[in-house]
């Protein structure tokens, strides 16, 4: 009964979740709420040893779930767009078998259950269509209303090129075919491209904390080191300047790393 109810549950989900928008939970909300909170002290301790400061920061430390969010937003589409791609070659193999539509979707589904499981994002989307497809619903729809909830060009391409040969009564499965090893042609590029750029991304990330890094350990090092530039005008001037700059460079440095795919 209680498989039954989960497997009712994931495709009442397949065909509800919008993957442009991402809902945290109460406990991703704590986490980076907190962890946000940990980065204002940080910076406030930094470059002013200042309660005030750090009050004036805090605003921003509470709000960083919603950046978050839209970084867990992209992770989540990229991941469903990697699983799509295996979806689609698992899916064009099983019409090149001779499967009609309905079969090949319910012989993919077995085939990616076993990839990334029942609660797979793709899994569960493919047992939706599955699913509506028993129920009569045409698979023009059911694609078409994936790619708008996906909010990811390929699958809204494939969608489209499946439609138009279904609807024309062409050679589906050569037409399917091919459009597949386009698509995971494609995919294949983007995924070289952003192993490339990732490791150069999370040295970004590090060189980001060496700045912190560098006062933490010259004042556990040289206690008062830095004292002057905490205490007085001149000082706290020339750090609201260093802290420009550094925000500045973290800006710059993401935006020439975030490669428009």
Request: aromatic share 12%; net charge neutral.
């Amino acid at each position: 009964m209680q498989k039954q109810d989960r497997q009712e549950g994931r495709i009442k989900a397949g065909g509800q979740t919008v993957y442009d928008r991402y809902s945290l939970s109460g406990r991703e909300w704590f986490t980076y709420a907190a962890g946000g909170t940990v980065a204002c002290a940080a910076t406030a301790y930094v470059f002013y040893r200042s309660i005030a400061a750090f009050l004036i920061f805090l605003p921003l430390g509470i709000l960083y779930p919603l950046i978050k969010r839209k970084e867990l937003t992209v992770r989540r589409k990229e991941a469903l767009r990697q699983q799509f791609k295996e979806a689609v070659l698992i899916l064009s193999s099983s019409l090149g078998a001779g499967y009609s539509v309905e079969n090949a979707f319910a012989a993919s589904l077995r085939e990616l259950e076993e990839l990334y499981g029942a609660e797979g994002m793709i899994t569960v989307e493919f047992a939706y269509i599955s699913y509506q497809l028993r129920m009569n619903r045409t698979i023009e729809t059911l694609l078409a209303e994936f790619a708008a909830r996906s909010g990811l060009e390929e699958i809204k391409n494939f969608a489209e090129i499946f439609a138009v040969s279904k609807r024309s009564r062409g050679e589906l499965v050569s037409v399917v075919d091919h459009t597949v090893h386009v698509i995971s042609d494609r995919l294949q590029v983007r995924e070289e491209i952003l192993t490339m750029t990732s490791e150069k991304q999370f040295e970004q990330k590090i060189m980001n904390l060496v700045p912190y890094f560098i006062v933490f350990y010259i004042e556990f090092s040289s206690p008062g080191f830095f004292s002057q530039m905490y205490v007085t005008t001149a000082g706290r001037v020339v750090m609201t300047g260093c802290l420009i700059v550094y925000v500045a460079a973290c800006f710059l440095a993401l935006k020439i790393l975030n490669i428009e795919l």
